[in-house]
């Protein structure tokens, strides 16, 4: 089912943002605006620039220069309400993992001082979508499966119910029936007006659900394909992505 995009609210703004590590230049003037109600793809082969233009916009590295806006909140000046706004999930689950998943859950939900009815209800419903088992969140993090940590950290990411929601690629590690389920998780979050930010290696996935999908190559967005507009470029996309870093 796609979406009809609104551009009338930009949800994520990156202007001229540069980025580097020592001698080597990542990002060289990335520009992108993402916008509401939007599930966008951003994609690019490996060490390319694409986590680490997420990492900047989640505020988790300084850039060398340019301005990134969550939801009109500038990361670098107001960065704890630049937070609030967004959930993320990052390919590799990152949750402390001597807790249980109950508590890792209600440590995430003191942080954005959710009240315990909205938790309860959010934690049971996130749980039950990703078939978390509810039994298992009494368990210690360390022993839980990669997929299960993964379906924990997207359950955390979603419990504030963010206006704005990050995945780097979310798919590692689950099974069939979790990416099917998180597919319609991510087009219904952006159909009730969110945003919806995600990269992916699966060109095949990215070109299927997405609304618009940039590359990135050589530190800039290369390409940018409105794929409702041109439902055409999402047969192509595996063949224009490849054409983009030389290959045919």
Known sequence: MENT?????????????????GPKVVLKGLNLDVYEGELFGFIGRN?????????????????SKGLITLSG?????????AKKTFGYVSSEPTCYEEMTGYEFLEFIASIYQISEGDFRRNAEYLCNRLQLNLDELSNQIANYSHGMKQKLCLVASLLHSPKIWILDEPTV????????????MMREYAN???TVLVTSHNIDLVAKLCDR?????????????DLNKNPN????????????YGGK
């Open 173 to 184: 590690g689950l099974d069939i029936m979790a990416v099917e389920e998180l597919k319609k």
């Open 5 to 21: 995009v609104s551009q009338v609210n930009t949800m994520i703004s990156i202007k001229n943002l540069h980025k580097s590590y």
């Open 233 to 244: 470029k999402r047969l192509q996309l595996s063949k224009i992505f490849i054409e983009t």
């Open 213 to 225: 999908v940039a590359i990135i190559n050589d530190g800039v967005v290369a390409s940018l394909f």
């Open 192 to 194: 009730h007006g969110n």
């Open 47 to 63: 060490g390319i620039g694409k986590s680490t233009t997420i990492d900047c916009m989640i505020g988790s590295k300084r850039f």
């Open 73 to 81: 909140y500038d990361i670098t000046l107001d960065p704890i309400q």
